[in-house]
């Protein structure tokens, strides 16, 4: 069945309904959000644009100051904040929205306090062990939340960590940590999440099937899986080979699932783009990039792939609303 929107546009553009009236009936289809939907985006995006700005205001604050702020005066800073966010989390409780957003606060400035430490006391601790420590202090935050950005939060953090320890010891250990080997780890952790975040939300777990934060995990494992496969076409010493299998294989399983059984142009889109980027890398690799035309060639390609790309999405998307 056609989407109510499209098809009262088309009676437009068709000359069946009169312009003046376009609003009268969109009004009558209930296809434009209503004042309390309204109200409803704004609370939240106001309560999470406030909460980064809270966080973001406390680190500059005691940044800009730092030498004027003794030791007790910065942890007070970044203390006080986090007790208060607390006694919020205890009596709005997690159900609401301000709730959830006073907890993800918490989080952000338990971050703040755990650099403040590192920085106070000149610990020794690596970069790596900063964002590992964040995460692992804020997981029983998340378990309670049930809440998709505070995941995506500490999924962030977690491939921070992981890629910051990478760098810290490639240098010493370059035969056992590689480029290619970190791009493995971390296309085996997103995907393994986007894996498990999928399926819990198969499940029936409502609060899990949020299409925006599934789309971010999906981003990041099919990025992972082209970084993987231009490896292979770039000849990176650690590449095995395999690369180029594991992304003909997340395309193909990304075919499967967001085209047959859940329908998602969004990852599809990322999965054309991720063709055009492999295929425009390919011809770069093995084309002699020394004259204009080598360049009009590429140029070509690219345009035609992603016309071709596009023709297939809009057919996806047609599809889309008229099941």
Do not use: C
């Amino acid at each position: 069945m056609a989407n109510p929107r499209d098809e009262i546009l088309d009676w437009v553009e068709q000359g069946r309904l009169a312009p003046q009236n376009l609003r009268r009936a969109l009004d009558a289809a209930a296809v434009l959000p209503s004042t309390d939907q309204w109200r409803r985006f704004l609370d939240r995006l106001l309560a999470f644009m406030g909460v980064v700005l809270l966080a973001a205001g406390v680190i500059f604050f005691f940044a800009y100051n730092w030498n004027e702020l003794g030791r007790f005066a910065k942890f007070g800073l970044v203390e006080a904040p986090i007790l208060v966010t607390l006694v919020f989390v205890w009596r709005l409780g997690l159900g609401g929205i301000a709730g959830k957003a006073a907890l993800l606060l918490a989080a952000l400035l338990t971050g703040a306090l755990l650099a403040l430490v590192g920085q106070t006391y000149q610990t020794g601790a690596d970069t790596f062990e900063l964002f590992a420590l964040w995460a692992a202090a804020i997981l029983p935050w998340a378990l309670l939340a049930r809440f998709p950005a505070f995941w995506v939060l500490w999924l962030a953090l977690a491939n921070l960590a992981l890629a910051l320890y990478f760098l810290t010891f490639g240098l010493l250990f370059g035969m056992l940590f590689a480029p290619a080997k970190l791009l493995w780890l971390l296309f085996a952790l997103d995907t393994a999440a986007l894996v498990l975040w999928e399926a819990l939300a198969a499940s029936g777990i409502e609060w899990l099937r949020e299409r925006w934060s599934l789309r971010i995990l999906a981003t990041a494992s099919g990025a992972m899986a082209t970084a993987l496969a231009m490896s292979d076409v770039l000849g990176w010493r650690d590449s095995g080979g395999w690369g180029a299998l594991a992304w003909l294989a997340w395309l193909a399983a990304a075919y499967a699932v967001y085209r047959r059984r859940i329908k998602d142009v969004y990852v599809l889109a990322g999965g054309v783009l991720s063709i055009v980027v492999v295929i425009t890398t390919l011809l770069a690799r093995h084309i002699r990039l020394h004259d204009a035309g080598s360049f009009l060639f590429i140029g070509l390609v690219v345009i035609g792939l992603s016309a071709a790309g596009g023709w297939w999405l809009t057919n996806v998307a047609n599809e889309e609303e008229r099941s």
